[in-house]
Structure formats: structure tokens, C-alpha cells
């Protein structure tokens, strides 16, 4: 059986805090697929041209996803399995704090939606979790459950409000959670899940066979404690 537990939803639901602690408490590695999305953006963010991190293109700008995936292979950008965690690296260095920032953020996608990106990612994943040594692996993103690993045992997508993911955003910026900044929030929010649902390509959406797991009311806790629970039904020893 393949251990994997695939980890889906939407931005600022959990995901990638829930997956971290259910890895460890199975025992299993922890591979955020986000990472290695913000680590591209970062490499073609540094090689940037014209001070917004685009290539000029006829007709207007646009994303040259075959230059980002230059780019990738030449540095490399890669995954480390360094202890239980997935490390993105860009160049060697260790970049999990340089992608979190809005410079980051602001882009990130933009560059996920490009389908060559999408598919170098999946392939990066796929060996990432084969090389990782034996042992099972906790994956989270939006579409680790339909396209990156469709044949996971164990399929989980979180949802959780606008509002609450918004809340919970501002926390863990250390913003005051303030109703003028939770409404900008949400409403980024809601605009990032409309998005990433419509997109023609891995739109953001559970998987037929998913556990559905509104974390709204939840905590943290309790949200790795149920899908704790999942797992070691399936995954027995």
C-alpha cells in the first residue's frame, strides 16, 4: 500500500500545520508542496527583469515558464529531506523563511498556474516521495489528493470559513485581528479560493473519495487528532 496521506483545501486553512504535526505523530516525513512552489517563485523573483520578476512577452508580460524551469534545474531548486521535513533549497541554501514573505506571496499564483510548472512540481513530488527513504509521507497543497497522488489510501480536504482562515492569518502575522483588516483578509482570501477553483488547470477541489473536515470550529488539536485517527486505521503499525 502506498503511504501517503494527501492534505487539500484552501488558503490559510490548516493544511501545512496539520500535515507537519500529523507526520509527526505517525512517525512519517512531511513534504509541503507549497514550498517548493514559493521556492520557484523566489529563484525567478531573483533573476528578475524590470523590477516586478517578469518576462516580457509580445503583446504584454507574462510568466516564461520554460526559463523558470531553466532556472530551477540550473541552481537547482529542489527538495531536501533534512530529518522528517521536505526543506525547499534554491541554490544550496535553505529558503522555508525567504518564501514566506509578501514579495513571495504577491506572486506565487501566478507561477502555480503555469502547466509546465504545475507538472515539473508533480514529477519533483513524486521522486521526492520515493526517495524518502521507506517510511510514509504526509503531503499538503490543492491537489495532492486528484492529480499529484490520486492513489493515496488516505485523502483529507480541509475547509474552514473566509473569515475564520482570515482570523487565523492575521494571528499568525502577529496582526491585530481587527474587523477593517479581517474584511480585506477575507476578502483575499475568497478571491485567491474562486481563483484557484476555476482554474483550468488542478482547479482546487476534494477528491470523489476525500474526508471532508470543516476545521472552522475545530482546533488545531483536534484536527491532527481526527486525522491522526484516520490514519492509523488505515495504516496499522
Do not use: C
Request: proline share 4%.
Amino acid at each position: 500500500m502506498l503511504r501517503v496521506i494527501a492534505i487539500d483545501g484552501p488558503a490559510a486553512s490548516g493544511k501545512s500545520s496539520t500535515a507537519g504535526l500529523v507526520a509527526e505523530r505517525l512517525g512519517w516525513a512531511h513534504l509541503d508542496s507549497g514550498a517548493l512552489y514559493r521556492a520557484l517563485t523566489l529563484a525567478a523573483l531573483d533573476q528578475k527583469d524590470g523590477g516586478e520578476g517578469r518576462r516580457r512577452a509580445e503583446g504584454g508580460e507574462a510568466w516564461n515558464g520554460r526559463r523558470i524551469l531553466s532556472l530551477a534545474e540550473e541552481l537547482p531548486v529542489r527538495l531536501v529531506l533534512v530529518g522528517s521535513v521536505f526543506r525547499p533549497e534554491v541554490a544550496g541554501v535553505d529558503v522555508e523563511q525567504a518564501i514566506r514573505g509578501e514579495r513571495v506571496t504577491r506572486f506565487v499564483s501566478e507561477i502555480a498556474a503555469i502547466p509546465d510548472v504545475r507538472t515539473w512540481v508533480n514529477t519533483q513530488q513524486r521522486r521526492a516521495v520515493e526517495g524518502g527513504g521507506g517510511r510514509g509521507v504526509v503531503v499538503d497543497g490543492r491537489d495532492i489528493g486528484t492529480v499529484v497522488f490520486p492513489e493515496a489510501p488516505l485523502k483529507v480536504f480541509l475547509t474552514a470559513t473566509p473569515d475564520e482562515r482570515a482570523r487565523r492569518r492575521l494571528s499568525q502575522r502577529g496582526q491585530a485581528v481587527d474587523g477593517d483588516l479581517m474584511r480585506r483578509e477575507s476578502q483575499a482570501l475568497a478571491a485567491r479560493d474562486a481563483a484557484d477553483s476555476t482554474r483550468a488547470i488542478a482547479p482546487l477541489k476534494p477528491a470523489d473519495d476525500a474526508v471532508i473536515l470543516d476545521t472552522t470550529a475545530l482546533t488545531l488539536e483536534q484536527q491532527v487528532a481526527h486525522v491522526v485517527e484516520l490514519a492509523r486505521r488505515l495504516f496499522p503499525g
